[in-house]
C-alpha cells in the first residue's frame, strides 16, 4: 500500500495524509467512535481540501483496490464512520471542506461544503436573517455531510422534517471517483431519478457528498417554549393532536421524556433544575414558532394549555419567560444522552413508530422487558411529534454496566425490534444503520426492498469500496 500512500500525498500534501507510521501521531479522533464502542485500525487518514482532491483520492483507492470510509464530525451513534480493523481502509475526512459557499436570498437556500459544522450553518444564515431549521444535540460538532449521510432528523422534523427534506441538491464524488454536479437549487426538476435523495441517507455506500445546496425559511417574529406534565402517553398523544389543530404549523418541536430519563438529568446535571418531573411519568416540551408576534404567540399557547388542562391532558406546566429560561428547557432534553452516559453503559434504540400506536407500544414493551429482566431500568425519550422515541435500556442499580451489555444486548435489541416490527415501526429513525444494525435488516427489512437496494449498491459501486459492510451487507 506504499504507492496508495505516496498518491495520496501527492494529490492532498504530506500534512493531510496521518498514518500509524509516525509514532506521535495519534488517530483515535478518526478510529474510534464517538460512543467508544468500538476501535477500528485506519491504513491512513486523508483530509482533502477541495472535491477534485476528493474525486483523485477515491481514484487512487479505486487503482489501489482500498476501501474507503467517509467522515465528517465521527459523532455517530450506528459505528458506520470509523474503519474496520484491518489496518487496510482510508478514512476520508471532509472536515477540512468546510466553506459556506453562498447564499441566495431570493431562493432562500445556501451552499455548504460537507464539512461544515451544523452550528456554522446555523449562524451563518442567522446572521443573514435566516433560519435553518436542522437542530440536534450534536449541531456543535456533526457537520452537514453527516447529516445528509445519515438524514438526521432532530427536534424540528414536525414542523420542518428530516435532513432529506430540507435538501435540494448535492455535489458528490462516485464511487469510480466522478464528479455530480447537482447543487441547482431547484424545487422542480422532474428530469428522471432522483439520484439526491438516494444519496441521502446512505451513509458514505453510494458516494461521498462534498457540499449542499440546502432551503432556508424567514426568522419567527417569536418562538416560545412550554414545558408540561403529562399523566400518561395517552395523554401526550392527544396534546400533540390538539397542539396540531390549535397552533398549525407554528408547532415546531414536540418532546416526550419520561420520568427516570429525567431523573437522570436531575441526579447528574442538579444544575439544570429540571421541572414538574417528580410527580408525574412524563414530561412535554412543546415550541410554537410564531410569524406574527410574541404577544399572537402566547395567546395560542395560552388557549392551547387550558383547554388540555381541562381536558386532564396536562396536570401542570410552564411557560419560558425569556430566550435564556427557553434555552435552559431545552438544554435539559439535550442532557438526556449525557446524563445516561454518566449513569452507566446502556442499549441504545432509536426507533420510530405510528404516533397513534406510541402509548400501546410503550406499555406492552415496558412490560415485556420488566419481566424478562427484573429491574431494568429504561430511559424513554424523543420526538413524539414524528414518532421517534430513543427509548434506551439502563441496567438494574447496581449492576456491572459491561457485563449487562455483553449478557444481555442482543437479547433486548431482539426483544425490542420484534415489538418494532409488529407495531409496523423502523429499527432506525434518524441514526441509521451503520454497522451495529446491518445485520439486523435481512429479519426486519421487506425482502424485497433489501433486494433492490443490493442491486442499487451493486450497480453504483460494484467494487464494493465506498464504506463496506455498512447499511447492507454485500
Given amino acids: 500500500m506504499s504507492a496508495l500512500l505516496d498518491s495520496l500525498r501527492q494529490i492532498c500534501g504530506a500534512s493531510n495524509v496521518l498514518t500509524h507510521e509516525d509514532p506521535q501521531t495519534d488517530l483515535s479522533a478518526w478510529e474510534q467512535d464517538w460512543r467508544k464502542r468500538a476501535q477500528g485500525l485506519a491504513l491512513a487518514v486523508v483530509r482533502p481540501a477541495n472535491v477534485q482532491e476528493v474525486s483523485e483520492v477515491v481514484k487512487a483507492c479505486v487503482k489501489a483496490k482500498a476501501s474507503i470510509v467517509p467522515q ?48 456554522q450553518v446555523q449562524e451563518h444564515v442567522d446572521k443573514a436573517g435566516y433560519l435553518f431549521p436542522l437542530s440536534l444535540a450534536a449541531e ?85 417554549t412550554a414545558w408540561a406534565a403529562v399523566p400518561s402517553m395517552e395523554a401526550a398523544v392527544l396534546l400533540l393532536g390538539l397542539a396540531h389543530e390549535r397552533l398549525g404549523a407554528g408547532l415546531t418541536g414536540f418532546e416526550v421524556m419520561g420520568q427516570f430519563a429525567l431523573s437522570l438529568v436531575d441526579k447528574h446535571h442538579p444544575q439544570l433544575r429540571v421541572p414538574l418531573f417528580k410527580e408525574t411519568p412524563w414530561c412535554v416540551l412543546l415550541e410554537n414558532s410564531d410569524h406574527e408576534s410574541e404577544a399572537h404567540a402566547r395567546i395560542g399557547f395560552e388557549s392551547l394549555m387550558e383547554t388540555a388542562l381541562e381536558n386532564g391532558w396536562v396536570t401542570d406546566a410552564v411557560v419560558a419567560e425569556s430566550l435564556a429560561q427557553a434555552h435552559s428547557l431545552w438544554q435539559i432534553r439535550e442532557s438526556i444522552p449525557l446524563a445516561q452516559a454518566t449513569e452507566g453503559l446502556n442499549i441504545k434504540h432509536d426507533i420510530s413508530v405510528p404516533v397513534s400506536r406510541i402509548p400501546q407500544f410503550v406499555a406492552e414493551t415496558d412490560a415485556l422487558l420488566q419481566t424478562k429482566i427484573p429491574g431494568i431500568r429504561l430511559v424513554n425519550f424523543g420526538h413524539l411529534g414524528d414518532g421517534n422515541l430513543h427509548y ?77 459492510g455498512r447499511v447492507i451487507k454485500i
Fill in 72 to 119: 465528517g464530525g465521527n459523532t455517530g451513534l450506528a459505528v458506520g464512520s470509523i474503519p474496520d480493523d484491518t489496518g487496510q481502509q482510508v478514512v476520508l475526512s471532509l472536515q477540512r471542506m468546510n466553506q459556506i459557499r453562498s447564499l441566495d436570498a431570493a431562493n432562500l437556500t445556501v451552499v455548504a461544503e460537507a464539512g461544515c459544522v451544523l452550528q
Fill in 140 to 224: 456543535g460538532s456533526c457537520t452537514l455531510g453527516g447529516n445528509l449521510g445519515t438524514n438526521a432528523g432532530g427536534t424540528q422534523v414536525v414542523r420542518f422534517g428530516n435532513t432529506r427534506e430540507l435538501c435540494l441538491g448535492l455535489e458528490v464524488v462516485t464511487a469510480q471517483g466522478d464528479i455530480w454536479h447537482g447543487l441547482s437549487g431547484l424545487r422542480k426538476d422532474n428530469t428522471g431519478y432522483d439520484l439526491r435523495n438516494l444519496m441521502i441517507g446512505s451513509e458514505g455506500t453510494l458516494g461521498i457528498i462534498t457540499a449542499a445546496c440546502m432551503k432556508l425559511y424567514p426568522q419567527p417574529a417569536a418562538q416560545l
Fill in 392 to 468: 434506551n435500556v439502563q441496567a438494574p442499580a447496581g449492576a456491572d454496566g459491561p457485563a449487562f451489555l455483553k449478557n444481555h444486548e442482543d437479547e433486548v435489541n431482539t426483544w425490542v425490534f420484534d415489538q418494532v416490527k409488529a407495531f409496523n415501526g423502523s429499527i432506525s429513525a434518524e441514526h441509521g444503520i451503520g454497522s451495529l444494525k446491518a445485520g439486523k435488516l435481512t429479519h426486519y427489512k421487506d425482502p424485497t426492498a433489501l433486494a433492490m437496494m443490493k442491486a442499487i449498491k451493486l450497480a453504483l459501486d460494484p467494487h464494493n469500496i465506498m464504506n463496506p
